[in-house]
């Protein structure tokens, strides 16, 4: 990283990927949790890492960076805050199950209210949940992205250096190119690789305790060793983590023991798969 830019004072010059600002000097190490679509559980697997993380002592933020569809809140039974500053003139960040948040959705008179906003205005804002928040020091700021390749992820990628890059992803859409293109943009633009995290992997019929494999098995295994990634885990259909998060009630804090550990595990195997500055 370019010490001389990451110093690079507010207000200043927008970054580039190849020498990024840092909007987030408060911040020691970022990961950038990504997918090729929506619907993978991007947000989910954001929220748990973000918990997880603060259960191994910590200081994490989680920037919820899906402006148009910002389901950080509900995720963290944060939903029905509102924005609040602080004497000097920085917004408070929400803070539950141990860390701070971020999110559009605090901004906004309900959380179903459509933000019709131009690109570019969200690219602000987001900066400005950057720079104008009082996030404290901290260990982590996870940022859960919107899923694709477009202006937000590249946006980030200028504006900080980001220590690593997760990416989550179902079995099914593992051999679709969607993945291949989230994965192609973090290498071009040069960010980290931690890994991938295999969502909806399997289903165990509850009564039965019979496993089904919806989606097939093994395409998350090809997957990172086409792209030289780590699979850092794989978590399956569970009826009880969509439940706990509707309800704000992440797996890893209020989940089963055995839920806890899916994420824990995940955590473990990122933190040992890159050299984050700790
Ligand atoms: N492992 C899982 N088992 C069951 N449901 C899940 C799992 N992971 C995510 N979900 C559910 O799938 C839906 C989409 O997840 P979400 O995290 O919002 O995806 P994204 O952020 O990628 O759009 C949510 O309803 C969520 O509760
Ligand atoms: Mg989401």
Wanted: no cysteine; glycine share 8%; net charge negative.
């Amino acid at each position: 990283m370019n010490t001389k830019t990451a110093q690079a004072p507010k207000g200043t010059r927008y970054g580039t990927t190849a020498i990024p600002n840092n909007r987030a000097p408060y911040a020691k190490n970022v990961i950038a949790v990504t997918s090729g679509k929506g619907g993978v559980g991007k947000s989910t697997v954001s929220v748990n890492l973000a918990i997880a993380l603060a259960q191994l002592g910590y200081k994490v933020g989680l920037l919820d960076a899906d402006v148009y569809g910002p389901n950080v809140p509900r995720l963290t039974n944060t939903d029905l805050e509102k924005i609040r500053w602080n004497d000097e003139s920085k917004i408070i960040p929400s803070e539950n199950y141990g860390i701070k948040i971020m999110s559009v959705a605090l901004t906004t008179p309900t959380s179903d209210t459509p933000l019709v906003w131009r690109s570019s205005v969200a690219v602000s804002a987001l900066i400005q949940f950057l720079e104008d928040v009082a996030w404290g020091e901290l260990d982590f700021m996870v940022i859960d992205m919107p899923p694709g390749t477009g202006d937000i992820q590249l946006t980030m990628a200028q504006e900080l250096p980001i220590t690593a890059g997760v990416i989550v992803t179902t079995p099914q859409l593992l051999a679709a190119d969607d993945v291949s293109r989230a994965i192609r943009m973090f290498e071009s633009i040069r960010v980290p690789m931690a890994g991938l995290v295999e969502n909806m992997s399997y289903f165990i019929a509850p009564d039965t305790k019979n496993r089904y494999d919806i989606f097939g098995t093994g395409a998350g295994e090809r997957l990172a060793q086409r792209y030289n990634l780590k699979l850092l885990g794989q978590i399956p259909i569970d009826m009880k983590i969509r439940e706990g998060s509707d309800h704000g009630e992440p797996p890893v804090a209020l989940g089963s023991d055995e839920q806890k550990k899916y994420y824990q595990d995940i955590v473990k195997a990122m933190l040992e798969q890159v050299a984050f500055n700790l």
